[in-house]
């Protein structure tokens, strides 16, 4: 199966953008879904944005919708999340993965995101 490495977190003030990048380590193409999930610190980890492959077709929580995009790269094996005017509710740790999700060894560690002023 699949292994996903996350990468692009930080800390930024509301209003700011942040860029998260996924890399999976085997081709994209063979994945109906990928997503992007988050978790929030003593929450359980929630679906924020999908994108269906091979047409591109994208969906979002009501939360993030407007605010995020979620985009992919078939070459690089890759899928992206666009996060603007970001809220101190969008702090949580962020990953990707397959929708539905691969078994527990596929998570990567994920990648922090901080909103604070």
């Known amino acids: 199966q699949a292994q996903y490495v996350e990468s692009g977190g930080g800390l930024v003030q509301p209003g700011e953008s942040l860029r998260l990048s996924c890399a999976s380590s085997?081709?994209?193409?063979?994945?109906?879904?990928m997503a992007w999930y988050r978790q929030a610190g003593g929450k359980q980890r929630d679906l924020v944005a999908s994108i269906v492959i091979s047409n591109g077709n994208t969906n979002y929580a009501d939360s993030v919708k407007g605010r995020f995009a979620i985009s992919k790269d078939d070459a690089l094996n890759s899928v992206y999340l666009q996060m603007d005017n970001l809220k101190p509710e969008d702090t949580a740790v962020y990953y990707c993965?397959?929708?539905?999700?691969?078994?527990?060894?596929?998570w990567g560690q994920g990648t922090q995101v901080t909103v604070s002023s």
């Open positions: 993965n397959s929708q539905p999700p691969g078994t527990r060894s596929s």
């Open positions: 085997r081709s994209i193409a063979a994945t109906f879904v």
